[in-house]
């Protein structure tokens, strides 16, 4: 599909189902998919968290595409498991999780439960035991250090995920004691949104290199090593796409290393990805409400502002705020570019999708497509703040655009269903679980 095209596709789903609202590309997914299967082929498993996009028919759609899903809630495994998923596919990540929240999860029949504090050990042990079932678990380790170059960098500082590495000896005696668990293995995820394939490939000899110490240490021979991936995806204007193959050629040596130890002839490796897998797919669509000239600078007002996509406005993590990519839709861009402030629809100065950002000249009714939004977009996003309607979503597949709104509150069994019956009658092959 070319650029062309998606933005006439763009184009009819503002004037279809109105603006703003999120559009999703699966072809995008599909073809980042394949990218990480060529690279990586079977050595590895994909495991996507669904925190980056909980859209039930995007998960519905995923289903039999990607191997598994890391959930961080439990309305999240509910969304999984009702857009078809099985919940043996399924694990369960979260530095707070409640003890509700774990009964659940084990009575659900969760593959992996990941464990991140001896609390939650502990409790988990309780209600396995209590429900007569041995609940397979993943210790979660902090590592004490990173290379430079994540956005967002967990290792060595107090934090709330996970076992600290220096703690890990004494959690693993005490996890092994447990007789409602099962110890199935390690999972590591310290870092995120990195572009520099050699920061991302000697993170990942670091976490093998872990895994293999952990697991002489204490005898464990691993069913499933679970590492976050930490692959970025480029938000602004000089940012370098991330070279994959970069990354794979280590990578693959590290592994083919790992297995020719017998401990870990047998185990899973898994790669956990989030916003690499989705983000690019995805456009944020609003329209030009308004403009005006104010003290010598033009303001486009917007319909979706940061209570729709709060990434794009700077106030999600980044610490120097940036313009995310953008582009005007639908007419010639052959205009000359010049210097607008992209604003919302909020009483508030900081809603702000862009400033001093070169576009070509924007009128009322011009469309804007914000890139980079299929991940942490409207579900990472004060939707209610000022009660403006919530934007709806679309998924565009083979060039049909399915409307793919969720819920917010309430049951969320209607929509999905209805999401499961849409992905079904129009892609049949993509809502077969392989169970």
């Not at 079977?42 to 759609?61: F, I």
């Not at 396995?128 to 380790?141: D, T, Y």
């Amino acid at each position: 599909m070319t650029p062309g095209d998606e933005d006439g596709l763009l184009e009819q789903a503002a004037e279809r189902f109105g603006t703003p609202c999120f559009v999703y590309f699966s072809e995008r997914i599909e073809q980042r998919i394949a990218l990480l299967r060529a690279h990586f082929g079977d050595r590895l498993e994909l495991s996507y968290a669904v925190k980056a996009n909980p859209n039930p028919t995007l998960l519905a759609w995923l289903s039999g595409g990607i191997d598994l899903l890391d959930v961080s809630s439990i309305g999240e495994l509910h969304l999984a498991q009702e857009a078809g998923w099985n919940p043996a596919l399924l694990s369960f990540t979260g530095p707070g999780k409640r003890e509700t929240e774990i009964r659940d999860a084990i009575r659900a029949g969760v593959g992996h439960l990941v464990i991140e504090s001896l609390r939650e050990a502990r409790l988990a042990d309780r209600i396995a035991r209590q429900a007569a079932r041995v609940q397979p678990v993943l210790l979660r380790i902090s590592p004490d250090s990173l290379p430079k170059g994540f956005g967002d960098q967990m290792a060595g500082r107090p934090t709330p995920f996970g076992i600290d590495i220096e703690d890990a000896d004494a959690a693993v005696e005490e996890v092994q004691t447990l007789p409602g668990l099962h110890l199935a293995g390690f999972h590591i995820y310290a870092g995120t949104q990195c572009l520099k394939a050699d920061a991302i490939a000697e993170t990942y000899r670091h976490l093998i290199a872990i895994f293999s110490q952990l697991c002489a240490a204490h005898a464990v021979i691993p069913e499933v090593l679970v590492m976050g991936s930490g692959l970025g995806v480029p938000y602004h204007e000089g940012d370098t796409p991330l070279d994959l193959s970069a990354v794979a050629e280590p990578l693959l040596h590290e592994l083919a290393v790992l297995r020719e130890n017998p401990r870990f002839a047998r185990t899973r490796m898994v790669l956990e990805l989030g916003r690499y897998l989705v983000s690019e797919a995805g456009f944020f669509v609003t329209r030009v409400v308004s403009t005006k000239l104010s003290r010598g600078r033009r303001i486009a007002i917007c319909d979706g502002g940061m209570n729709n996509h709060l990434p794009a406005s700077g106030h999600f993590g980044m610490v120097v705020r940036r313009n995310y990519l953008m582009h005007r839709i639908g007419r010639s861009d052959e205009d000359a570019v010049e210097p607008v402030d992209v604003v919302g629809p909020l009483c508030t100065s900081i809603d702000r999708l862009a400033g001093n950002i070169e576009l070509p000249r924007l009128e009322e009714g011009d469309l804007l497509a914000v890139h980079n939004s299929g991940a942490y977009g409207l579900t990472a996003s004060p939707v209610h703040f000022i009660s403006h309607p919530l934007p709806e979503e679309v998924l565009v597949m083979s060039g049909a655009l399915l409307r793919a709104t969720r819920t917010f509150s309430g049951s969320c069994r209607a929509p999905v269903e209805e999401a499961v019956r849409l992905v079904d009658s129009a892609h049949p092959a993509a809502a077969n679980q392989n169970a």
